[in-house]
């Protein structure tokens, strides 16, 4: 039987845990996730999991931080004047919102904490610096 390898497309369908137990995404009850293997377009170790997988076949990886999101780094938070904030925007605590950068790409930052002075603005991924375990099941090789 036919096993995934790099440059495959693939679709599975998936349900990824904290440590703690608690889901933070699945596939189930929608369409299943397709990406072409080393296309660099999913985390690493989710990649990894894959390769050699047949149709059909399911299991249970566990993600280190460094294969997921990587670490959660301080320096990606930076607490700005409230007089930065665009008057048209209220910011609330985990609201999502987006820095054009020097270079003109669009950051994605979140709110973590507001003052009547001070907003303060995360651009960790919200999964940064968390061990991921993923059930997965290889629904197709394309």
Same mark, same amino acid.
């Given at each position: 039987?036919?096993?995934?390898?790099?440059?495959?497309?693939?679709?599975?369908?998936?349900?990824?845990?904290?440590?703690?137990?608690?889901?933070?995404?699945?596939?189930?009850?929608? +369409?299943?996730?397709?990406? &072409? *293997?080393?296309?660099?377009?999913?985390?690493?170790?989710? !990649?990894?999991? #894959?390769?050699?997988?047949?149709?059909?076949?399911?299991?249970?990886?566990?993600?280190?931080?460094?294969?997921?999101?990587?670490?959660?780094? +301080?320096?990606?938070?930076? &607490? *700005?004047?409230?007089?930065?904030?665009?008057?048209?925007? !209220?910011?609330? #605590?985990?609201?999502?919102?987006?820095?054009?950068?020097?270079?003109?790409?669009?950051?994605?930052?979140?709110?973590?904490?507001?003052?009547?002075?001070?907003?303060?603005?995360?651009?960790?991924?919200?999964?940064?610096?968390?061990?991921?375990?993923?059930?997965?099941?290889?629904?197709?090789?394309?």
């Amino acid at each position: 039987m036919a096993q995934a390898k790099h440059g495959d497309t693939v679709k599975v369908h998936y349900t990824g845990k904290l440590d703690d137990g608690t889901v933070f995404d699945s596939s189930t009850n929608r +369409e299943p996730l397709e990406f &072409t *293997i080393g296309a660099g377009n999913i985390i690493p170790g989710f !990649e990894k999991a #894959v390769v050699g997988m047949a149709q059909g076949e399911s299991k249970t990886e566990v993600i280190p931080t460094e294969q997921a999101y990587g670490p959660y780094m +301080e320096e990606m938070v930076v &607490t *700005i004047d409230r007089q930065q904030m665009p008057a048209e925007i !209220e910011p609330e #605590v985990g609201q999502q919102l987006h820095i054009q950068q020097p270079d003109g790409q669009l950051l994605p930052v979140m709110v973590t904490d507001v003052s009547d002075s001070t907003v303060t603005l995360d651009a960790n991924h919200p999964l940064a610096g968390e061990n991921l375990t993923f059930d997965i099941q290889l629904v197709e090789i394309g």
